[in-house]
């Protein structure tokens, strides 16, 4: 199939799959898909600043139908999800204009996929023991961790989501740098709001630097960083993509960077998957639902690295 704006042929089957496979996973896991979607479009010879553009316009159709799912199972913290949208925009303009930089002076293909690489790779890794850790950790009956125990103790609804990396959280719950925010539906006490702010704008700056929703980076932030339970992380991520990546469609949009047909024909599959992901996380631990995260950016990463090498050859 030709697609005009970009100026690629593609498969239609392979883009429908791929959406597909990224929604069930990425709401599996709480994340946007981009870890799949943009190695899978440069795999086949979409160039770098059309598969950032491209992958968050796909996003945000998925993202709409994924949330209106978690919203129902009680695990949109929309609170929480507007504060980050704030950040996360300021971090999504300034990653666009990096690219907007790179197009001009380097080889964007270049620089954006050996960066991805890195930070999938990286994320994967951190995770994995994590979420092994945890696991082990739970068979041997450790209590809950210490802002579970606060919010419990003041009185507030918690979902208690242990992970072995819980004085990290407890941590930054101890930064007093006011105005302190109470999170009721993620169980949280009070947290600087500067916390929150500093952990969506760096998403942000991922998300418009390499594309999609950069869940892979803001949804283990919010559970390792700033406490907030996987099940409430995973769907307040896709609540605040759905409107972040939307300023971010539009942003590159304006540039010239999103092939809208592309996007389309992969929301196809990617809203079917969409329903499936989300349903199947009440199926399962939070510590679980990390681990089989693990994967995820090593199949990405493997991916991109094939394009680099080997850039068109899926066609």
């Known amino acids: 199939m ?4 970009s ?14 496979v990224i929604g069930v996973l990425g709401r599996f896991c709480g994340v946007g898909g981009s870890f799949l979607a943009g190695p899978s479009l440069f795999a086949v010879g979409v160039p770098m600043n059309f598969v950032v553009g491209t992958d968050l316009a796909h996003i945000v159709g998925k993202s709409i139908v994924a949330t209106k799912r978690h919203r129902a199972l009680g695990n949109v913290d929309v609170k929480l999800g507007m504060i980050m949208v704030s950040g996360t925009i300021a971090g999504v303009e300034v990653g666009a204009q990096i690219i907007e930089a ?62 072995a990396f819980d ?17 009721p539906e993620s169980g949280i006490h009070h947290i600087s709001l500067w916390a929150i702010v500093a952990v969506s704008f760096t998403g942000g700056v991922f998300s418009g630097f390499l594309g999609g929703g950069a869940g892979y980076i803001r949804m283990p932030a919010m559970v390792y960083l ?27 949009a304006l540039k010239g960077n999103v092939d809208i047909m592309i996007a389309l024909v992969m929301h196809i599959g990617g809203a079917i998957g969409a329903n499936i992901g989300a349903s199947m996380t009440e199926h399962f631990g939070g510590p679980r639902i990390r681990l089989a995260f693990v994967p995820l950016p090593l199949i990405g990463a493997a991916v991109m690295i094939y394009g680099l090498l080997f850039g068109g050859h899926f066609k």
């Not at 004085?167 to 006011?178: D, F, S, V």
């Open 2 to 5: 030709d697609f005009l704006i």
């Open 226 to 252: 700033l406490g907030i339970p996987t099940h409430v992380a995973v769907g307040t991520d896709l609540f605040e993509v759905m409107i972040s990546a939307s300023y971010g469609t539009l942003t590159h």
């Open 102 to 163: 790179l197009k001009r002076r380097a080889n964007v293909d270049r620089v954006v996929g050996f960066s991805f690489v890195i930070l999938l790779v990286s994320i994967s890794c951190f995770i994995a023991l994590e979420s092994w850790q945890t696991i082990r950790m739970r068979g041997k009956g450790r209590k809950r961790s210490a802002p579970q125990a606060k919010a419990s103790a003041a009185g507030v609804k918690v979902k208690v989501d242990e992970s």
């Open 167 to 183: 004085h990290i959280a407890e941590r930054i719950h101890r930064i007093k740098l006011p105005p302190m925010i109470a999170l």
């Open 7 to 20: 100026g690629e042929h593609v498969s239609f089957v392979y883009l429908v799959a791929v959406g597909f």
